[in-house]
């Protein structure tokens, strides 16, 4: 007899559950078997029973035992199985052993017809798509794929339209409900039958009528015990509903179905279904179609609606069961339910108070949901003491998003927040999330797969199973990143990598090239131009790396073994024993958690099993990639903890507080893409599986399953532009739904855009939320900020600064210091000052091969290349030495680019060399100023000519602009000063000059400076200068400056000289774009600068600044005084060619 259970609420079902099961079995040994939906419900269910069932009639002494949980597709299996085999019933042997129709195994023989018949014309698409014939197509990688996806299909087939299966068996290729099947669908008939004699076995669906005729003529044909219960399911497969009929024969089948209203149920059963055929359901298209008034169930229950469609005339009796403790009718959730239930719609004659009982929420993004979520919560657990972590179920369609940010905002121990005590259980994660050595393994197939990049290589490194192998440290890992960017690392690990590419001969950039730099730098300076063969010594590899150098050459090696171990197709069992030698090789665990290796091992084995199919790298990956998707376990669920799980494991688990995340359009309900290989998605029959619906299905069992408030969250508005956004169907149809319960059109409650808005920390600030909505303290203390005054910020060039505690004035001067002040006052003012450095952009590491040079790559190898041959190295040898650096681009492109800049260079040194005579002499310098102190260094690049007068020459690979020329114009001076008070050597200095590349097009140019009579007084006003720019930013950008200078003077027009520095300073590389100057004269490293903002500032009464004379005209900004009086003694001494 088939009895069927249904009631509003799955605690009741349980409940009735328990009361079946309270009467024994009339073998006391026997195991009782539930078949339940998913993991999630077994949990619940045992919890439940174990508080009911005890040693007499609803002991409720907290025992529950004998019971075998199992899934509705095992114990359809299991009871074939018996029937055929004429065996003790045995759910817990795995199918797999027993079955090779389920899909992990199918998909091998499917594989084996794959490559026998893919020349079959009438599977040319399927060929077409693996690129069959094709030399060397990238599609031959979707074997495995594909064949996969058949086997999934087969196997779906079987278990919701055995007729068809069992029609193909027999020769005749129907559509499982009377018809033919198209045209362009008929070869997976033939394809079946051919992966049947693969097999070599039948499918259990050729022999279901068999099984289902025993069971009905022999009531101990499977051995079953007197009862079977199924719980809690909302669709059943065609097989199984078959299966447990022909059970109701001889035995008890209960089956609990949970179904949201009575009246719906009956108007169901009124409608008479449209015959298909003998025990076929109808399609459905074709199916009855009751119109229930209450919008939610007619948007959301055609799971369930098909599912009593599909259990008409196979049940014997029917029991609805009423709740013993009923919902509150005052709530709006149990008004939201009382309507579902009893199938009414419209507004009540009394508005329901929006009481908190429901609320939808929405957000800006994501994150934004998390952290109302997180307050929400906190207001739940403070409004009630009783309500417990364990009494709150958190689902959510798209978990691997939101796992991180769930992550960050619970649970994290010792911060300032009260919902960090809160323990959450992430439970149907992807193992790779879970099992660092499974995510290894997985990086490891991916990495063998693409081009083995140094980004790719440094994540894996950064592994926590490979840190503990190789015991590399967070020091380690920066050092070694640091190696790999300054050898020049991009992608392959040797040119086996790049053969691919079509790349072999091109070696360098590979991690064997870097490597071979880096243990070279161990024992040679890059310096020195000692190479061995094509490997130059990296700088700045210290004796102290040795070991670090040699753990992560055997960490390359190691993982180069395994890389060139996955190249080829090899047996399925290659792979598994490759990929086992990677983990022992590869990663390391602690002692507690060797758990981690022992479900990665059996992981590979469960993988590739028995199979003895060739595979290809692609194909690996794809099987992978199917086993580390989230999956539910047991022990995830109900474990006291606050629990957040996907959507369907504990869709009607009834749970105090039921909160829905992420419930956003591009999510949910998922988008149903029918698959045009699919016959049961190109015209389903009633009961046959519906992504979409299925989604529907579990809004409305959520809706049902709360029992004292339902929280929904959805993404509202985009967190970057604010732009309002749709919420999902499902959400419209609730909210449509609560306002005409409320009579309140503004039930949504939206959420400001940051945490730290006002609104989150005063009464009511979110409506319907009673006192302050956040709880985080350290937000409060900036919306605190925010709700003060406002004072604007006052840029340093603006304020009045106290003096130092050190005074500028007070301490000797090195050159350099000064020099370094001079080329870029504003960064020194920041720097020495203020005691700040704003760090350069981080420039991610490259990844790619360039075809053309950076111009600042360009700068550097030309800056290397005159620097070396101006110490007497030949070109050849500047060249080799840069082919071993690796930074040219590879073959022809490289060339070019060498080409280029060793022609410039070559100009350059032509130039250069005959100005430098001799061996260049340094000069040690000391002046003493006027006050006292003294300006002290040493000035390199010194040559004297034949007439014994000595200059300074100095040269570089830059376009010669102001900084080369102010450097030589104070380095001048201060040689200068010297030699005027008594230094020998200096004195025979008698000019400097600068040669570079011309400030545009290709040629060179030369700055001579001619050595100043006054040179101590120049000096001095330059020292005073740096003295009065430490106190204050002075507003004087180098190359604005010169610019202005260059263009000023008798006879020119004065706004000319302004225009052009201007235009230099507003450049798209000007001063204007520099942190510094955006933080000294606009209070922000990101505010916009303008030119404006530096002439703003005015000279000091008296034209003197720090007792330097500035040479002002009437009007003139601080700028042009500086300007002048620095620049024009360097025009006056200046010869350009």
């Not at 509705?72 to 018996?82: M, N, S, T, V």
């Not at 389920?102 to 091998?108: D, G, N, S, V």
């Not at 790298?617 to 629990?643: C, H, K, M, Q, W």
């Not at 956003?664 to 599986?689: C, K, N, S, T």
Request: charge should be negative; charged fraction near 25%; glycine fraction near 8%.
């Amino acid at each position: 007899m088939l009895i069927l259970h249904r009631a509003e609420r799955t605690d009741t079902l349980a409940d009735a559950l328990a009361e079946v099961l309270s009467t024994p079995l009339r073998d006391p040994m026997r195991t009782e078997i539930v078949s339940v939906p998913a993991a999630g419900v077994e949990r619940w269910i045992a919890q439940h029973l174990a508080c009911r069932l005890g040693a007499g009639r609803l002991g409720a002494d907290g025992i529950a035992a004998n019971i075998d949980f199992t899934g509705p597709g095992r114990l359809a299996d299991a009871i074939a199985d018996a029937v055929l085999d004429g065996r003790r019933l045995d759910t817990g042997t795995p199918v797999s052993a027993e079955n090779p129709w389920r899909a992990a195994e199918l998909t091998w023989p499917v594989l084996r017809v794959l490559d026998e018949r893919v020349a079959d014309p009438a599977l040319t698409v399927i060929a077409r798509h693996l690129g069959f014939g094709e030399e060397d197509s990238p599609n031959a990688g979707r074997r495995y794929a594909t064949a996969r996806f058949i086997a999934e299909l087969f196997e779906r087939y079987g278990r919701s339209r055995p007729s068809m299966i069992a029609d193909w068996a027999a020769g005749r290729d129907l559509d499982g409900a009377g018809d033919a099947l198209r045209e362009d669908l008929a070869w997976q008939a033939d394809f079946w039958r051919a992966v049947r004699a693969e097999i070599g076995r039948p499918h259990p669906a050729e022999r279901l009528d068999e099984v289902c005729d025993r069971l009905r003529a022999d009531p101990e044909a499977a051995d079953l015990p007197e009862r079977l219960s199924v719980f809690g399911p909302t669709r059943i497969t065609e097989s199984f509903r078959r299966i447990i009929a022909a059970v109701a024969a001889h035995h008890d089948v209960h089956l609990f179905v949970p179904h949201p209203s009575p009246r719906l149920w009956a108007d169901l059963r009124a409608l008479e279904a449209a015959p298909a055929g003998p025990g076929v359901p109808p399609r459905r298209r074709d199916r009855p179609a009751p119109e229930p008034d209450n919008p939610l169930l007619a948007a959301l229950s055609r799971d369930v609606q098909e599912l009593q469609l599909r259990l008409d005339g196979i049940v014997d009796t029917d029991f609805h069961h009423e709740p013993v403790d009923p919902p509150r009718s005052d709530t709006l959730l149990g008004a939201l339910q009382a309507g579902i239930r009893d199938d009414t719609a419209g507004r009540p004659p009394e508005p329901v108070a929006d009481d908190g009982s429901v609320e939808v929420h929405a957000c800006h993004g994501p994150e934004r949901q998390v952290e109302v979520l997180r307050d929400r919560l906190l207001h739940l657990f403070d409004a009630d003491p009783t309500l417990e972590p364990r009494d709150v179920l958190v689902m959510c369609p798209d978990v691997e998003t939101f796992a991180p940010l769930i992550r960050g905002a619970f649970g994290q121990t010792g911060l300032p927040h009260p919902a960090f005590e809160l323990r959450v259980r992430l439970a149907d994660r992807g193992l790779r999330h879970v099992n660092p050595i499974v995510d290894t393994i997985v990086a490891i197939v991916e990495l063998a797969a693409g081009r083995v990049t140094a980004g790719d290589v440094l994540n894996l490194l950064s592994a926590p199973p490979v840190r503990a192998r190789f015991g590399f440290t967070d020091d380690d890992l920066e050092l070694v990143r640091e190696w790999l960017a300054n050898s020049n690392v991009r992608w392959g690990l040797g040119t086996a990598e790049r053969a691919r590419f079509g790349l072999e001969r091109f070696r360098q950039g590979t991690f064997d090239a870097g490597l071979d730099r880096i243990a070279l730098g161990v024992v040679a300076e890059e310096t020195d131009d000692e190479w061995l063969g094509t490997a130059l010594p990296l700088a700045g590899v210290e004796s102290t790396g040795i070991d670090l150098v040699g753990r992560l050459d055997e960490f390359l090696d190691r993982l180069g073994r395994t890389l060139a171990a996955l190249d080829a197709p090899a047996p399925a069992q290659h792979w598994s024993r490759t990929l086992v030698e990677a983990v022992d090789s590869l990663t390391a665990t602690a002692p507690t958690e060797d758990w981690q290796r022992a479900q990665a091992i059996r992981m590979l084995e469960d993988a590739f099993g028995a199979a003895e199919e060739t595979l290809r790298l692609a194909d690996v990956r794809d099987l992978l990639s199917a086993l580390v998707a989230g999956r539910p376990t047991r022990s995830n669920f109900r474990t006291g903890e606050l629990t957040v799980c996907t959507m369907v494991p504990m869709r009607s688990v009834p749970h105090r507080v039921i909160v829905l995340l992420g419930i956003d359009a591009e999510v949910f309900p998922r988008v149903q893409r029918i698959d045009g290989d699919d016959i049961l998605g190109v015209d389903p029959l009633v009961g046959e599986r519906n992504p979409r619906d299925e989604d529907r299905q579990c809004f409305l069992d959520a809706i049902g399953a709360a029992r004292d408030a339902l929280l929904v969250f959805y993404s509202g508005a985009d967190p970057v532009s604010g732009r309002p956004i749709p919420p999902a169907v499902v959400v419209s149809e609730l909210v449509d739904t609560l306002t005409a319960l409320t009579g309140d059109s503004s039930i949504v409650r939206r959420h400001t855009l940051h945490g730290f808005d006002a609104r989150n920390f005063v009464d009511g600030g979110v409506p319907g939320i009673p006192g302050p909505f956040s709880h985080d303290a350290s937000l409060l203390d900036g919306a605190k900020a925010l709700r003060g005054p406002v004072e604007p910020i006052v840029p340093a060039a603006r304020q009045e600064l106290p003096e130092p505690a050190t005074a500028p004035d007070d301490a000797d001067i090195d050159l350099s210091t000064l020099v370094d002040f001079h080329v870029d006052p504003i960064a020194a003012f920041v720097r020495q000052r203020l005691g700040a450095r704003i760090p350069d952009d981080e420039t991610p590491h490259d990844d790619q091969l360039d075809v053309e040079l950076e111009p600042l790559d360009k700068w550097g190898i030309g800056d290397r290349f005159l620097t070396r041959m101006l110490s007497g190295v030949s070109l050849a040898d500047c060249e080799a030495a840069e082919l071993r650096r690796g930074t040219l681009p590879p073959f022809a492109f490289g060339t070019r680019e060498l080409q280029a800049i060793s022609s410039a260079v070559t100009r350059l040194h032509g130039v250069v060399a005959p100005l430098r005579p001799g061996t260049p002499q340094t000069l040690d310098v000391l002046v003493t100023l006027p006050d006292g102190r003294r300006v002290h260094g040493t000035v390199g690049d010194v040559f004297t000519g034949d007439d014994g007068r000595a200059r300074i020459v100095r040269a570089t690979y830059s376009r010669l602009k102001a900084k080369q020329q102010l450097t030589l114009w104070i380095t001048l001076l201060a040689v200068a000063a010297a030699g005027d008070q008594g230094n020998n050597s200096a004195q025979r200095v008698g000019a400097g000059v600068f040669v570079g590349r011309a400030p545009r097009g290709g040629g060179t140019a030369t700055v001579t400076l001619r050595r100043p009579d006054d040179a101590l007084s120049l000096l001095y006003d330059l020292v005073r200068l740096r003295d009065e720019g430490l106190r204050r930013p002075l507003p004087l950008p180098l190359d604005p400056a010169l610019a202005f200078a260059d263009n000023d003077g008798p006879g020119r027009r004065a706004q000319w000289a302004l225009t052009s520095a201007r235009r230099t300073f507003e450049d798209r590389f000007g001063p204007g774009t520099s942190p510094y100057v955006r933080f000294a004269f606009g209070g922000d490293v990101l505010a916009e600068v303008g030119f404006d903002e530096i002439l703003a500032v005015t000279p000091p009464a008296g034209r003197s600044l720090a007792g330097v004379d500035l040479a002002l005209s009437d009007g003139d900004s601080l700028f042009a005084g500086l300007a002048r009086t620095i620049w024009a003694p360097v025009g006056a001494h200046r010869e350009a060619t």
